[in-house]
């Protein structure tokens, strides 16, 4: 698609335009002459196919943070299982995680926003999910902890999350026969794990019981291939709407925003920033809504991107 210019973002004064430099060999576009604040998916985006940062990201991303740089993340990860991922990153800024449920302080994991559904309805998608043979994973916040409770581990798809958190030492988890839940306990997201016809159909469901009550992400595990994850939020939860948080938190309501992404959870955010730049390995639909495509997550093209176009104010 073509790149938008600045009457595309309703900017009325073109003292206030983006300056766009576009180079005809790689569409690359660097934004310069203002505050700028960049937001990185994590899985697929910012981290390699092992979901860790490489040693060269880690250093060239704290070079630059030192430096400046407004950056931090948005992903679908818990803050338990991104203070992992990002061990050594001197993030300054907040993070997003579970979609938009939180945002949170990464050194302490303290949350600072937290958009957690109705209790009535976190019941209701409970109780249907036997009809589709399926049992839930369901995060919850006490306003001291994060929790997540399991019954069942009813499929592989749900027994590599399981022992992928239980050998991380995830604090968070607890078994609890029928999901009774306590009465302090804020239900920030159901993961539901199958396969991904039985999904599909669960999906459908949903949507129509719950319309826009609730946000709903489906999108295959990339770390245990033909097991997929249904995961549903509250409507507020989503990283657009997140960022807007984060903006107004920060005092950065008036920087341009840029986004790295890769999947379709990542398209709201896309829709919603000045500047949206897809990886190589995103999804096509993502590649869609992106204002530019730049190279795959495995050789940190979002590191290399930022070094390459961001200088500091």
């Known amino acids: 698609m073509s790149v938008p ?34 937001i990185s998916d994590l899985d697929g985006t910012l981290v390699n196919n092992d979901a860790v940062l490489s040693p060269y990201a880690l250093k060239e991303l704290n070079a630059m943070l030192a430096e400046g740089l407004q950056l931090t993340v948005a992903s679908a990860r818990s803050i338990v299982s991104m203070q992992q991922m990002l061990a050594g990153l001197e ?24 958009n957690s559904m109705p209790r009535e ?38 027994q590599w999350y399981w022992r992928d958190r239980i050998e991380r030492r995830d604090p968070r988890f607890r078994h609890q026969p029928r999901y ?67 903006q107004a938190h920060q005092d950065l309501k008036d920087s341009r925003v840029v986004v790295f992404g890769d999947n379709k959870n990542d398209i709201k955010m896309f829709q919603a920033a000045d ?20 190279g795959s997550n495995l050789n940190d093209a979002v590191v290399n991107y930022l070094r390459a176009n961001w200088t500091p104010v």
């Open 5 to 38: 210019d600045w009457q595309k973002f309703g900017r009325s004064d073109p003292d206030h335009a983006l300056l766009w430099v576009r180079q005809s060999t790689d569409r690359r576009i660097a934004i310069t002459g203002m505050s700028t604040l960049y």
């Open 275 to 294: 500047l949206a730049v897809a990886v190589e390995n995103a999804q096509a639909q993502v590649k869609a809504h992106a204002h530019e495509v730049i």
């Open 91 to 114: 993030l300054r800024l907040p993070v997003i995680g579970f979609n938009g449920a939180f945002l949170s302080d990464l050194k302490t994991g303290a949350h600072l926003h937290v």
């Open 180 to 246: 009774l839940l306590a009465h302090n306990d804020a239900v920030t997201c159901i993961t539901i794990i199958h396969r991904g016809e039985v999904l599909d159909a669960l999906e459908a469901d949903l949507i129509s019981r719950f319309g826009t009550e609730v946000e709903i992400h489906q999108y295959e595990n990339q770390y245990s291939p033909g097991w997929y994850w249904l995961t549903v939020h509250d409507r507020r939860a989503s990283k657009d709407q997140a960022i807007k948080v984060l």
């Open 121 to 158: 309805i976190a019941e209701s998608i409970i109780a249907c999910l036997p009809a589709y043979d399926c049992a839930p994973y369901v995060s919850t916040y006490t306003g001291a902890e994060e929790r997540v409770y399991y019954d069942t581990v009813t499929n592989a798809g749900m």
